[in-house]
């Protein structure tokens, strides 16, 4: 069974710093691998996919993902974060069906 | 644009009444998809449907039934409320892929519905 952990609940940082948000996942076969952004009160949107070829993923805002097959990782990262991105951030894996991770609260401060 | 649309944002209702919970895509899809969302446990998946009248159930099941008439529509039915089900609920679509029902490359979401049993 695949499954996803998120090793940090909550990532207070300040704006114009850079962040990095970790993804884990355990899968005996090939995945997919997604992160949404879920802002107040909305629906989840996707940030970036990897399906497939290059392991560096560029997405939406700015962010950016690697996969790294060998740590089982896929860790978020963004050079220099603004207010607007705080929000709830989810990594999910899709083998058969897609699974989420507990979520990982960004909170950018002035 | 792909849209999913989830017929109420906010909804009240009171222990052991049968609620409705209903989601239309716009895109065609063949996956639709039941999640609720909790504080620190992330979305965890209901029921799945990967065709017209087909459903699968997903990690969660109990105290859920689903329904899928037509192809655009996908109802979450709470047969008797009870207050564990307050939550937020949230239903995605995706085109089918590959081989397996359920399975898709990404999934698009609803607003969201903040179901609240009293």
């Known amino acids: 069974a695949q499954s996803v952990t998120q090793l940090d609940s909550q990532v207070p940082v300040f704006e114009e710093a850079p962040v990095e948000l970790r993804c884990n996942y355990s899968s005996s076969v090939s995945v997919y691998l997604f992160w949404y952004v879920q802002y107040p009160n909305q629906g989840l949107q996707l940030l970036l996919k990897?399906?497939?070829?290059?392991?560096l993923v560029k997405g939406i805002n700015g962010f950016e993902a690697e996969f790294n097959k060998s740590q089982t990782s896929f860790h978020l990262r963004k050079p220099s974060v603004h207010i607007s991105d705080t929000a709830e951030y989810f990594c999910?894996?899709?083998?058969?069906?897609?699974?989420f991770g507990a979520g990982t609260r960004l909170t950018v401060k002035p | 644009d792909v849209k999913v649309t989830q017929s109420s944002r906010y909804l009240v209702k009171r222990t052991g009444e049968k609620v409705f919970l209903e989601c239309v895509q716009d895109?065609?899809?063949?996956?639709m998809f039941w999640y609720r969302q909790d504080p620190g446990l992330g979305l965890r998946l209901i029921y799945f449907?990967?065709?017209?009248?087909?459903?699968e159930k997903g990690d969660i099941p109990e105290g859920y039934s689903v329904s899928r008439e037509k192809k655009e529509r996908f109802s979450l039915i709470l047969e008797s409320a009870s207050t564990n089900q307050t939550s937020m609920y949230l239903c995605?679509?995706?085109?089918?892929?590959?081989?397996?029902?359920?399975?898709?490359?990404?999934?698009?979401f609803g607003q969201g519905t903040r179901l609240t049993v009293v």
């Open positions: 999910a894996v899709s083998v058969l069906l897609r699974r």
């Open positions: 449907s990967y065709d017209v009248k087909m459903k």
């Open positions: 895109m065609d899809h063949e996956n």
């Open positions: 990897y399906l497939s070829g290059s392991t």
């Open positions: 995605a679509s995706s085109f089918f892929f590959g081989a397996i029902p359920g399975s898709g490359p990404e999934a698009f």
